[in-house]
């Protein structure tokens, strides 16, 4: 086996399928980490991966690098690109990979996706993959480890930690209460 087929293995194993968006994630996550000079098939501790949508990509780069929001070293910006940003903490290097084009199929359903998968495995990096090193400048609250900062939202009275609160007026206020709430109470 190819360290590609065991990577896309462990992320159709870890997203339930192998679909188009899985390859893709699998190959960008290849591409980011061989840029950084760090072993997909190793667990990377001084690696953080901001991601820019919540589709099948982010499955396949969760899966093969670690890398989760609950160890804060995934990072979700709702960009809605399929496009990652590998980050280096030991050195400070950065790759951003970004999807230049999905080829396309002809094909519907099913056999629309077996085939879009095995296009997408066998077409060239460069014809899927734009590859740009670039900077980023981490916020404080945003590193991994145990919160630094605790404030209080003097609306709601919840706690807020990692830097996340926003003032208004002088008023200290968490994020639903500044910006509005995803959700509405119903007692």
Known sequence: MTDLDLLLAKAKAFHGDLCAGIVLGTR?????????????????????????????????????????????????????????????LKNGEAVRVAVVEKKRTEKTGQEAMKDASRILLEAPEADLFRLKKVRVAIPEGDMPGMPKYHARCSRCNDMIVDNKEVVVDGAVLCGNCAHGSYYTETE
């Open 28 to 88: 960008m996550t290849m591409i980011g980490m061989r840029e950084l000079g760090m072993n997909p098939l190793e667990r990377n501790k001084n690696l953080i991966v901001y991601v820019e949508i919540d589709r099948c990509i982010a499955d396949a780069i969760q899966a093969i690098t670690g890398c989760s929001l609950g160890h804060r070293t995934l990072k979700y910006r709702p960009y809605g690109k399929f496009a990652a940003t590998y980050i280096n």
